[in-house]
């Protein structure tokens, strides 16, 4: 999980799509960044021509992929230019901050900013509008951020559903709002493994450890997690805790929020999810840091500077989740797992070898249809459309399992050679 800056004032950024310069994006995206960067040398796609043609009948269109991988966006604008289809994306504030030229290629892609910790009036109204317009499929991740176990859903935001079901009370007589649950998988090719050792032995040594190339790949990142879990308990509150990994995980988290939150008077109003705390955090202490009218001295810029750190360490610490590599440490697992690490510890991720990925386009739910037949009510009905959409997504990922990816009718479309 990134660490992104915190402490500069948001300004909305629009998409501004320049035809002149999509040859260049499409062929830099294809050739850069899924060829070379991220490794995607194959895509499989599935169901992707339901997509188009609601475009094509002018339905507003929304697509809500899991957010598996840094590569997920490029390949959703890869597949749907390959098919006619011009997406808008919804994207964080944050990753247009990186630099201007970034920012502006963003623009240029269709792709506009949206603040997740605060009200984004802005944002929201650019989105109602794509929607109503129905000219081009929104793209939302409805999980938010990119934890690194993407076999695995994590919880929904239900501001999509919200959108979605706003724009469907407002279309006309013939259109209908409709949101496309989509299942991203990243697969490794087998010779990843070859990779595990060398990748494993700089995070040992980043630790201070000697590499230990005798032991089980599984075995060295279970001991470098734990050593790293306890290097945070240490660094924050002293020392290291007992009991499991979970355990401690799980405590450290939940110490680091309590802690903040009693700083910044949310012990007694805590969200019910770790990711709305941090976004209710992030929120508070972002505007104590630009408060104009009464700016922090520098010992309090440092406090809150520190504030936002430990917010960041728990949501790192919530984005391990127990089980995910003893469920089936494939290759890929293993291999995702050493990347989210790698991230987290070295501050950049590795793609050493070859990856494919597959994309698949679900059976769309149709929230205009929902509503006229009372399937979901006319006011508030966003949590139970978001469980719907949780439910699909999940089933969804489920089908699409590694073994299918070469089966009949899997038309690959070849991104780049790596």
Not at 208 to 228: F, H, M, N, Q
Not at 310 to 333: K, N
Request: glycine residues 6%; hydrophobic residues 40%.
């Amino acid at each position: 999980m990134k660490e992104l800056p915190q402490d500069r004032p948001y300004r909305f950024r629009p998409p501004t799509p320049r035809r002149w310069l999509t040859p260049l994006l499409c062929w830099l995206n294809r050739a850069w960044y899924l060829g070379r960067a991220y490794r995607i040398h194959g895509i499989d796609c599935r169901g992707i021509e339901a997509v188009a043609a609601a475009v094509e009948a002018g339905d507003a269109v929304l697509l809500a992929p899991n957010h598996a991988d840094h590569a997920d966006v490029h390949v959703m604008m890869e597949v749907l230019t390959r098919v006619g289809v011009s997406p808008r994306f919804m994207g964080a504030r944050e990753i247009f901050e990186v630099h201007p030229v970034v920012s502006f290629a963003l623009q240029s892609a269709g792709v506009f900013s949206v603040d997740r910790d605060g009200a984004d009036l802005a944002a929201v109204k650019m989105a109602l509008g794509i929607l109503e317009e129905g000219r081009h499929p929104l793209v939302i991740y409805p999980e938010g951020e990119i934890y690194h176990h993407h076999e695995w859903l994590d919880p929904l935001h239900d501001g999509l559903a919200s959108i979605l079901l706003r724009v469907a009370k407002r279309l006309s007589e013939g259109r209908n709002a409709r949101v496309f649950p989509v299942a991203f998988r990243f697969i490794c090719e087998e010779e990843v493994e070859a990779t595990f050792s060398t990748r494993m032995a700089e995070l040992e040594r980043h630790l201070g450890w000697k590499p230990r190339a005798d032991l089980p790949v599984v075995e060295r990142l279970t001991r470098l997690g734990a050593g790293a879990l306890a290097l945070k308990e240490t660094e924050f509150f002293g020392d290291a805790t007992g009991g499991t990994i979970p355990e401690r995980i799980a405590a450290l988290r939940d110490r680091l929020l309590l802690d903040v939150e009693a700083r910044h008077g949310l012990e007694d109003k805590k969200a019910p999810t770790v990711p709305e705390r941090v976004r209710a955090l992030r929120y508070r202490i972002r505007r104590a840091l630009l408060d104009e009218e009464n700016p922090p001295d520098d010992g309090m810029r440092r406090r809150l500077m520190d504030d936002i750190d430990r917010v960041h360490v728990a949501y790192q610490a919530y984005s391990y989740r127990a089980g995910y590599l003893e469920e089936s440490p494939t290759p890929s697992r293993i291999s995702e797992t050493l990347t989210k690490l790698e991230e987290d510890l070295l501050g950049r991720a590795t793609y050493p070898t070859k990856r494919r990925a597959s994309v698949t386009f679900g059976e769309p739910i149709d929230a205009t249809d929902l509503l006229r037949k009372g399937g979901l009510p006319e006011k508030g009905g966003a949590l139970q459309l978001t469980s719907i959409l949780e439910t699909r997504l999940t089933e969804l990922l489920r089908q699409s399992s590694p073994r299918d990816l070469r089966s009949p009718g899997s038309e690959p479309i070849v991104a780049a050679d790596a």
